[in-house]
Nanobody, 114 residues
Framework: VQLQASGGGLVQAGGSLRLSCAAS????????MGWYRQAPGKERDLVAS???????NYADSVTGRFTISRDNVRRTLYLQMHNMKPEDTAVYYC?????????WGRGTEVTVSS
């Protein structure tokens, strides 16, 4: 299994980014998926999740600003981030929801400057 996250970068507060996660080696369409993030010195937390049917849930800190989506044909998970804040700075990962410890990839780094 490979989950390759991309799309991170440096953005100013109030800006937007779109993350992508390409999945391979797994039956993507039958799995609930999630975006997770880990800020420096903190634990990795679930940011957003999406079921096989497309129902989404979000952490309180990102509700109204982030949108998770999936393309089962392309086996790709997305995270659209708007109105970003410095506290969104972290390495972002995708994984199943709940996560499989063997599926963590390198993640993609997001830095939001104030």
């Amino acid at each position: 299994v490979q989950l390759q996250a991309s799309g991170g970068g440096l953005v100013q507060a109030g800006g937007s980014l779109r993350l992508s996660c390409a999945a391979s080696g797994m039956n993507f369409r039958i799995m609930s998926m999630g975006w997770y993030r880990q800020a420096p010195g903190k634990e990795r937390d679930l940011v957003a999740s999406i079921t096989t049917g497309g129902s989404a849930n979000y952490a309180d800190s990102v509700t109204g600003r982030f949108t998770i989506s999936r393309d089962n044909v392309r086996r790709t998970l997305y995270l659209q981030m708007h109105n970003m804040k410095p506290e969104d700075t972290a390495v972002y990962y995708c994984n199943k929801d709940p996560p499989n410890s063997n599926y963590w990839g390198r993640g993609t780094e997001v830095t939001v400057s104030s």
